[in-house]
């Protein structure tokens, strides 16, 4: 297999993109009960190690380089998607509302990658203004990327832990 090079840690993270919207596509197509598992539980994995990445490494390089609004929003828009990510994981698609979770999970990633790539004014337009190494990032963000899917592959990634929401019992 071949390894896959990004010419910074922004490229790195736009190809998690891509590779999360063709997984949804995917299963949005999907009709097996099976299948639409497999690609669920795939989506959160992807999604899982994508936010430890950012949350980890990539947005605390920008806080106070970047409008602290743009950070804190992703953080916000990230346990939003934590809560969906955990309870598509501990579920199964013959589950009630299976399907719409998987949906609006979907929905919530493409508002957060739509403002993060924005021409402009989205996150990446301003981090590609600031002096931070975005090659030194990367490099970075890929080897803490092996850690994960080397504990994905043992089946050893915890739970998307949310980081800005307090969660409350209703």
Request: aromatic letters at 6%; a negative charge.
């Amino acid at each position: 297999m071949a390894v896959e090079t990004f010419t910074d840690a922004i490229a790195l993270l736009k190809a998690d993109h891509r590779k999360v919207e063709e997984l949804f596509e995917k299963f949005e197509s999907a009709t097996a009960a099976s299948k639409k598992g497999q690609l669920a539980q795939q989506i959160c994995t992807e999604l899982k190690i994508h936010t430890l990445l950012e949350e980890e490494i990539f947005y605390p390089a920008f806080r106070g380089k970047i409008e602290d609004d743009t950070l804190d929003e992703a953080y916000v828009e990230h346990d939003g998607a934590k809560v969906l990510i955990n309870d598509i994981s501990s579920g199964s698609p013959e589950d009630d509302f299976y399907d719409a979770k998987v949906t609006v999970l979907s929905e919530e990633i493409k508002h957060h990658v739509k403002e993060e790539e924005a021409r402009g004014e989205g996150m990446f337009a301003q981090c590609r203004e600031t002096d931070v190494d975005l090659v030194a990032l990367r490099d970075q963000m890929l080897a803490r990327k092996q850690e994960l899917l080397a504990q994905a592959k043992a089946g050893a990634l915890p739970p998307a832990k949310p980081t800005a929401v307090r969660l409350v019992a209703a």
